[in-house]
């Protein structure tokens, strides 16, 4: 029999697959010592649509789409389907001097639903990598290299990146991130770049709108790329949403500036759509609400549905050619053993399957204006300073006077208590430090909106009472 579990003994008790865990696994982004008696580990089995199902039956709520990988639901048919069949016909090859039908549909496929702007020239190359920060290491070395090659201004050698953005955590790609959490014991190993302020709504203070702020980020920026002039060859951001930085929004004016910008310095525009692309925001792709199209448009998470890791970085002719010469070193000589691998390419071909033949976005649009109805009710509570929404994506800031000065003190960890509580009324809650989100799987129903509903309140008065 082939897809056996080798032991069917693990699941027969959840406690015993449990112990052997923490005796062999060591988990991402975790202190290890706080499992299993300050969070406790899930034992997921199975999943179902916007479920997870531990052993022994319980079903959780995954509201924040196994991080934000996950789109059409676990399990989806079509997609497992599609995967099955690519796994008997071709589960990988190289890249490098084969093809295969699945990389060139899918190239193909997202040159075509990819952001455009009147007047400028299309995005038209696919570069393949097998997950998002190694998506994010080529965008930032091609921008890097087509300066190098080119000859004439080798001095490019500087990025920006905003403040409370992130990228991924390899060490290219914390470079450009600005979560200190994550970046400051890895500093003194990153290369330098330049931060310019979040256009965060979030900051917006003495009555200015969000598009005022971002106007107020946009004329820092514009200053910092005066001051830079020269050094820089790329700017990479997230547009509409800093996700790992807590779900911070901005207005779209900002991302119409910083085209202007990056045109008028001659340097590149990184989107980073890793986390917003594929619907999160209310289009396919976050870019679109401001009307802009980047250089480099670097995506992943939800490219598979949330099947298998893959990523693509998107690149306008300009850049590609750049690269072509009679010299193998101004090639981009940069792979991955499992690049555009056959599997991945199958997921994310039926991922967009389905986003034609269940009018994934106009659902979204319905399942949204529900979410934000339902967000305004658990945002009344006198700790949440912030309601805050753009397309699927909900969050709530919580304070301790319900303002946006006043954050917890960090020791009470107010976060983790509404996440445990959370889980055990059935609800996977992971907060970004005191910020709750929604996230959920696309297919997510009513009742399962009102569950969610119900136990963020509930999960925010228990957690907050402490304070
Ligand atoms: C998750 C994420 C990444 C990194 O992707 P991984 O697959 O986790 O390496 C990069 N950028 C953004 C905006 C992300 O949210």
Redesign the pocket.
């Known amino acids: 029999m082939t897809g056996q579990i080798h032991d069917p003994a693990i699941l027969a008790d959840g406690n015993d697959w449990r112990t052997r865990d923490l005796a062999a696994v060591w988990h991402p982004c975790t202190q290890m010592r706080e499992h299993p008696d300050v969070q406790p580990l899930l034992p997921i089995e199975r999943g179902e649509g916007a479920w997870l199902i531990e052993s022994g039956g319980r079903r959780i709520l995954d509201s924040g789409s196994s991080w ?1 990988t996950n789109l059409h639901g676990h399990a989806e048919p079509r997609i497992a389907e599609a995967i099955a069949t690519q796994a008997r016909t071709l589960e990988q090859v190289i890249l490098a001097g084969c093809t295969h039908p699945r990389a060139v549909e899918l190239a193909e496929r997202l040159l075509r639903l990819a952001p455009r702007e009147p007047g400028r020239a299309p995005l038209t190359k696919v570069f393949y990598a097998d ?4 998506g ?1 290491e080529v965008a930032l070395k091609m921008a890097f290299q087509w300066f190098q090659n080119r000859g004439d201004a080798p001095q490019r050698t500087k990025f920006v990146a905003l403040q409370n953005g ?4 390899t060490l290219g ?1 914390l470079a450009v991130g600005d979560i200190p959490l994550y970046r400051r014991v890895y500093a003194p190993l990153l290369c330098e770049s330049v931060f310019a302020p979040s256009p965060d709504a979030y900051l917006a203070r003495d009555g200015l709108s969000a598009a005022g702020q971002a106007e107020e980020a946009a004329d820092a920026l514009a200053q910092l790329l005066d001051e830079h002039a020269g050094e820089i060859c790329a700017l990479i951001l ?1 547009p509409l949403i800093q ?2 930085g807590g779900m911070r929004m901005h207005d779209p004016v900002y991302l119409k500036r910083v085209r202007e910008l990056c045109d008028a310095h001659g340097i590149f525009l990184i989107a ?1 759509e ?2 917003v692309g594929f619907g999160r925001t209310g289009t396919l792709f976050a870019c679109e609400q401001a009307g802009i199209q980047p250089d480099l448009l ?1 995506l ?2 939800g490219l598979t549905g949330g099947f298998l ?1 893959l ?1 693509t970085v998107l690149a306008t002719q300009a850049l590609y050619d750049g690269f072509l010469d009679a010299s193998r070193e101004r090639a981009f000589l940069h792979s991955h053993s499992y690049t555009g691998n056959p599997l991945a390419c199958a997921a994310a071909l039926a991922s967009l399957d389905i986003f034609e033949s269940d009018d994934v976005l106009a659902r979204n649009r319905g399942t949204a204006a529900k979410m934000a109805t339902l967000a305004a009710e658990v945002g009344m509570h006198r700790h949440v300073a912030d309601t805050r929404r753009t397309g699927m994506v909900v969050a709530f800031e919580l304070t301790r006077d319900g303002d946006r000065r006043t954050p917890f003190d960090p020791a009470l960890r107010v976060g983790l208590r509404a996440y445990r509580h959370a889980v055990e009324r059935g609800v996977l809650l992971r907060p970004l430090g005191d910020i709750l989100y929604w996230m959920p799987p696309y297919c997510i129903d009513d009742a399962q909106l009102q569950l969610l509903t119900a136990v963020t309140a509930e999960a925010i008065e228990e957690a907050t009472a402490c304070a």
């Open positions: 934000w997950n998002g920060s190694a994010v992130y990228h991924g955590e790609a997230e996700c790992a980073d890793i986390a670097c992943s998470k890791p990523s």
